[in-house]
């Protein structure tokens, strides 16, 4: 059974060096989630810009939502950013959002209204990949191999994702209590999948806009962090199972068979 907070959503926004991007961030916000109980969680990653004071500019504001800040010394990478907010988020959903616009806070909003007005939907992951909505990718390669990451990840656990990569997700807060994540960097996308495909949870997808980043605009994950996914991927199939884990998603992957 979902646990009743009196927040019904939770909003975490990881942020490293997005001083760009943080006003028009949190403009949207206000737009989109300006809303008793709903708490955004900012989760500045140690930043050597000015993020931490523009973070600390609007802490200093009143919302009719609620508004909190961590602020970590080192950078620790995505992953570990996250796992800060989510151990203090009250939420009966928690939403994952990146801070570098990228993805529409437009489109947060709707899988937010979908999920808490079904009961039957745990999880929800954007896709960029869905819907004929407005699309624009910087880089083939960081593509491809996105693209080639959720192929691997479908075959290992038979499932039949489109986009394991995207960083906006939204599940209950059930969801969470049972799922446990390791990887500190970009790697935790893979992590949350798999955890919640281990758990038995269905993820839906719901097609979003994507506005890709350049390097030169402030994107962080390369080439490099998708090569890097591979091993993610090797390690949370074949080395973070137990044994009733692996009956569990070869079932799964049988059953999807038919």
């Not at 709903?38 to 609620?66: A, T």
């Not at 907010?85 to 939420?91: D, K, M, R």
């Not at 994952?96 to 007005?117: P, R, T």
């Amino acid at each position: 059974m979902l646990q009743e907070s009196n927040i019904n959503l939770s909003i975490i926004v990881p942020v490293y060096n997005e001083e760009l991007y943080l006003p028009n961030l949190f403009k949207d916000i206000k737009i989109y989630f300006n809303e008793k109980n709903i708490e955004i969680i900012f989760v500045n990653d140690g930043s050597f810009d000015s993020s931490k004071n523009i973070l600390e500019d609007f802490k200093k504001q009143e919302y009719v939502f609620d508004l909190k800040l961590i602020n970590l010394k080192k950078n620790k990478g995505k992953g570990y950013a996250v796992k800060k907010g989510l151990e203090i988020c009250s939420g009966n959903y928690i939403l994952l959002q990146d801070a570098d616009l990228e993805l529409d806070i437009k489109d947060s909003k709707e899988i937010y209204e979908i999920i808490k007005n079904d009961e039957k939907i745990q999880c929800i992951f954007g896709s960029r990949y869905l819907s004929g909505k407005l699309k624009k990718h910087s880089y083939f390669f960081n593509e491809i191999i996105g693209k080639f990451n959720t192929l691997l990840f479908n075959l290992f656990f038979g499932q039949s994702l489109t986009d394991v990569h995207c960083g906006l997700k939204i599940f209950h807060r059930d969801v969470y209590n049972k799922i446990k994540l390791s990887f500190n960097d970009f790697g935790l996308e893979i992590d949350i999948a798999s955890q919640i495909i281990k758990h038995n949870f269905y993820i839906y997808e719901v097609g979003v806009s994507y506005f890709s980043r350049t390097v030169r605009d402030g994107k962080k994950i390369t080439w490099i962090d998708g090569i890097k996914s591979y091993y993610y991927l090797f390690k949370v199939r074949f080395i973070d199972n137990s044994l009733s884990t692996l009956i569990s998603i070869i079932c799964s992957s049988m059953y999807m068979s038919f």
